[in-house]
């Protein structure tokens, strides 16, 4: 099981701020779950956290408490799928404990319902929709990336949903030679640069609420040469296509990302008291998304220009 190749990006949860910090206050336990199907792989996670004490909190421990040995799963249609518990490990050698199922398929236009019941007896539930995607207009897209036929790289798309977060993000697809053997790569393309303490920055795409997705030659030009490092021998890169890979949110994940300006991965469990949260019974997110993507020819020309190879029509 490859879980330790995916970011981890564990947040403390607690109840009261500390501006308004009473150490005579009741404590009140409170549950935070974080639930995100996935369109773009099978395995899905979710994490369980238990509210910190405020005075443990303010006294120092404020260790991350995970949930164990709660029952999880997820219903859709007549499908019930049971989610396994795991235990890993993050940098600094602190345990993260979840839960997993490598079998759930998500598709669009399609309801999901989330059931955890804690070791307490206490339940905890929630909702998600997979929207449904129509189409990318392939009229007012480039087919061909090509400098000397257009002034620039536009991808747009349709969906039924409104109001809906989309995160694009742009690749090329191309391989190098190491060492005898052609490994294949991808090469996330920024939308745009800026220097930084005299060095040339990448800003990439966020999720919002556009339903288009454009770069300028330039910017496209800077990363393409950047592929440049790997090898000193140009040729041995060889450029196959561009593709952009798009996620589309579903209506909670773009609440909870309009709500913090934070995108929740699989093993995220950011959750304050003005966060969006759809967990009946506790705090969190159960949320879902699908991707998509839409490809495009570079043109042959271009790419010799920078002395790479390409692939044969």
Request: proline letters at 4%; a negative charge.
């Amino acid at each position: 099981m490859k879980i330790k190749s995916i970011i981890l990006i564990i947040a403390i949860i607690f109840t009261s701020c500390e501006n308004n910090f009473d150490p005579n206050a009741e404590y009140k336990e409170t549950f935070a779950v974080n639930a995100l199907l996935r369109g773009d792989n099978n395995f899905q996670t979710v994490t369980i956290v238990e509210s910190i004490n405020p005075s443990e909190f303010h006294s120092g421990n404020n260790e991350t408490k995970f949930v164990e040995n709660a029952d999880v799963k997820v219903v859709s249609g007549d499908q019930t799928y049971f989610y396994k518990d795991s235990l890993i490990f993050d940098a600094n050698n602190n345990p993260i404990h979840f839960y997993y199922n490598n079998e759930i398929e998500v598709n669009e236009n399609k309801n999901f319902s989330l059931e955890v019941e804690l070791p307490n007896g206490e339940k905890l539930t929630a909702l998600t929709y997979v929207p449904r995607f129509f189409t990318f207009e392939g009229g007012a897209s480039n087919s061909v990336i090509d400098p000397t036929i257009n002034f620039g790289i536009t991808v747009q798309w349709r969906i039924s949903a409104q109001d809906l977060f989309f995160h694009p993000q742009l690749y090329v697809n191309y391989s190098v030679i190491e060492n005898g053997i052609e490994q294949f790569r991808r090469l996330e393309i920024p939308n745009s640069y800026i220097t930084r303490d005299g060095k040339m920055e990448g800003k990439f795409s966020e999720p919002s609420s556009l339903k288009s997705f454009s770069v300028d030659y330039n910017t496209f030009a800077i990363a393409l040469e950047s592929l440049r490092e790997i090898t000193p021998v140009p040729g041995n890169i060889k450029i196959y296509n561009a593709e952009l890979v798009l996620k589309v949110y579903d209506e909670n994940l773009t609440k909870y990302y309009s709500s913090t300006n934070v995108v929740a991965n699989a093993f995220s469990s950011r959750v304050y008291g003005s966060d969006y949260s759809n967990i009946n019974g506790g705090l969190g997110i159960f949320a879902s998304y699908m991707v998509h993507s839409y490809r495009m020819l570079i043109s042959t020309d271009y790419i010799k220009s920078f002395g790479y190879s390409f692939v044969e029509e």
